[in-house]
């Protein structure tokens, strides 16, 4: 459950093998290759490869030869390599041959029933057809009752032969001799023929002939054009060819042998070696948080050097989701389905829905709501608690305050929670003032806990051993806490040795801070305050149930259908809108104060020019 380890991977070839290390780079799933502008400096010396990608104009000219003959090319295995002067005269030659399909097709609209009237031609040979120096040719459709009237011509002058036939037209074709060859056509003109012209030339047969060279030569340029994108990933160093990227650690030996066969070398260090590369951010999380990875994605990926906050949101996404949407069937439709169509779509959100569909089942157990049935589970209540009815009435009027108070009471332990993740990170990193002085540093911790206390003590004051009223104590960790916000940008400039004051001087700045403070001050209330649509939720859901239940009763023999319909209305309308609410949550009021989400994302090779 954490970003996964990398190490730097550094592959030195020869000018003679590296096009051959980025041919296998490209089959290798796990490599994240860095830009050769960022390996370049004024110690190696290096240069990036300047090479014109000539075979991506190639592919256009192909693309452009099929799509004017109606040949849609398609890019396979590649199965010999083309020198560019072979290429370049292979294209000229199709250029020529298909130049005349083209043209032949620009004259010709022709219908379905049209191409199988000429396929039955074709055996015949087009070029034959023209070739021959007593006999004419001709070809069209006539009307059905036309071609009835050709048996009823006494002198005829052609021969006939049915081609093809639908309701209204029969095609024929009619053969001549030259010298009746414009009585024969005036004769056909007269039954309101619709000539279609005979090629001069079988596209289809030239097609044929050069289909199979015509997809190997593309297949080739489509590779190489795939390889040649990939140069500017390499490093020339004198005689040196370098290619350097990131693998993950457990993979690193994997990678090395990749290049079994070939004279190159293999370097491998830690990502702190190279200081000026970022290192990219790979997730693994187990089975159970795996799916949440997408909700860390859509916001940002963390740093490499950072903590991964997946488990974090799974586990307070399935807790708020469940509290908001607490029933114990239509958690366990959530449950089943959610997993079933993560299994064989494998869709992530599918996942999600599932995982929090878990904890929908186990506080519908709590609030004794099954399918909005809400007496069902009251004897296991009864027997397990010890209650006289059920353990938590979420419809009681006497339940509402209790219901938003430990709303507000997750939502600070959680926002507690948040700056603690903060606190760490920021000592990481060794961002020292912000993990001390701003308001999810220490600082904030300390106000914002002791403020949670100050109202404990307020309404319960025999849960504390001490008065948090008293002046002392506010002090310290209130009135301390709101000076260190106040001066956190001259203590910044103090521990990092660049002095007191202000850069704007003390005035403006001592304007600006007295807006900030008031401003972090008002955001802890806002933020605390936004978790009471936790237990809103909660009486939302509960206040659905009960009318789809109230309607089940109206609606006599039809209230099971009602039930089942008000079931899923509900699943979907209010789930979706549960789901949506705790997102913002998970967004705005805890990544918000821990999570920076600049991260680069791990891309494999062969993505990179997918």
Excluded at 66 to 92: C, D, N, Q, T
Excluded at 146 to 175: C, D, P, R, T
Excluded at 435 to 452: E, K, R
Excluded at 477 to 486: A, K
Aim: glycine share 8%; hydrophobic share 45%; proline share 4%.
């Amino acid at each position: 459950m954490s970003i996964v380890k990398m190490k730097l991977a550094t592959v030195h070839a020869g000018a003679d093998q590296f096009q051959d290390v980025l041919e296998r780079c490209v089959s290798y799933a796990q490599f994240h290759p860095e830009p050769a502008a960022h390996l370049i400096n004024d110690e190696n010396g290096g240069k990036a490869l300047q090479d014109e990608n000539v075979y991506n104009e190639y592919l256009n000219q192909l693309k452009n030869i099929g799509h004017s003959v109606g040949f849609e090319l398609k890019a396979g295995p590649v199965s010999r390599s083309y020198e560019e002067a072979e290429i370049e005269m292979f294209i000229k030659e199709v250029n020529e041959q298909f130049a005349m399909i083209a043209d032949t097709h620009e004259l010709m609209t022709l219908t379905d029933n049209d191409e199988i009237a000429l396929e039955k031609v074709r055996s015949y040979g087009f070029e034959a057809m023209h070739e021959c120096q007593y006999i004419s040719f001709g070809m069209g459709r006539l009307p059905a009752e036309s071609f009835k009237k050709l048996s009823l011509i006494e002198k005829k002058n052609f021969v006939v032969e049915e081609l093809h036939k639908s309701g209204q037209y029969v095609w024929i074709l009619y053969a001549t001799s030259n010298t009746f060859v414009k009585e024969v056509r005036k004769c056909m003109e007269s039954l309101f023929i619709e000539e279609i012209p005979i090629p001069r030339i079988d596209g289809k047969k030239i097609l044929e002939q050069y289909k199979e060279k015509l997809t190997e030569v593309y297949s080739y340029c489509a590779y190489t054009s795939e390889i040649r994108k990939l140069y500017r990933y390499v490093v020339q160093v004198q005689d040196d060819y370098q290619l350097a990227g990131f693998v993950p650690e457990k993979t690193a030996d994997q990678f090395v042998r990749l290049f079994d066969g070939l004279n190159v070398r293999v370097d491998l260090a830690e990502p702190e070696t190279a200081p000026q590369l970022v290192p990219p951010t790979m997730l693994h999380n187990a089975w159970l948080f795996r799916p949440f990875e997408m909700f860390v994605e859509m916001y940002g990926l963390p740093n490499y050097h950072d903590l991964d906050p997946t488990p974090f949101v799974a586990v307070t996404f399935c807790l708020l989701f469940g509290i908001m949407f607490g029933d114990l069937g239509q958690g366990a439709l959530l449950l089943i389905g959610g997993l079933l169509l993560e299994k064989i779509k494998h869709n992530r959100l599918a996942g999600i829905v599932g995982r929090a569909g878990l904890t929908s089942m186990i506080f519908g157990c709590l609030f004794g709501s099954v399918f909005g049935v809400e007496t069902l589970l009251n004897p296991v209540h009864q027997s397990l608690f010890g209650v006289r009815e059920k353990l938590f009435e979420v419809m009681d009027a006497s339940a509402t305050m209790p219901l938003l108070i430990g709303a507000v009471a997750i939502g600070a332990v959680l926002i507690l929670m948040t700056m603690i993740i903060n606190i760490y990170l920021n000592i990481k990193r060794k961002e020292m003032a912000e993990a001390l002085f701003s308001q999810n540093g220490v600082a904030g911790f300390i106000f914002y806990g002791y403020i949670i206390l100050f109202l404990i003590g307020m309404f319960m004051p025999n849960m504390l051993p001490f008065n948090p009223g008293s002046k002392p104590l506010m002090i310290l960790f209130i009135g301390v806490p709101v000076v260190l916000f106040f001066m956190k940008e001259p203590l910044n400039g103090l521990m990092k040795g660049e002095g007191l004051t202000p850069h704007q001087g003390w005035g403006n700045f001592a304007l600006e801070e007295v807006f900030e403070v008031l401003e972090i001050i008002l955001s802890f209330v806002t933020n605390s305050l936004s978790y009471l649509r936790v237990g809103g939720f909660v009486l939302s859901h509960a206040g659905m149930m009960l009318v789809v239940m109230t309607l089940v009763k109206m609606t006599g023999n039809a209230g099971p259908v009602v039930f089942v319909l008000g079931n899923l209305f509900v699943m979907g309308l209010e789930g979706l809108i549960v789901g949506i609410q705790t997102l913002r949550l998970e967004y705005y009021e805890m990544f918000s104060r821990y999570f920076v989400g600049n991260g680069k994302k791990f891309t494999m090779i062969s993505s990179e020019n997918a």
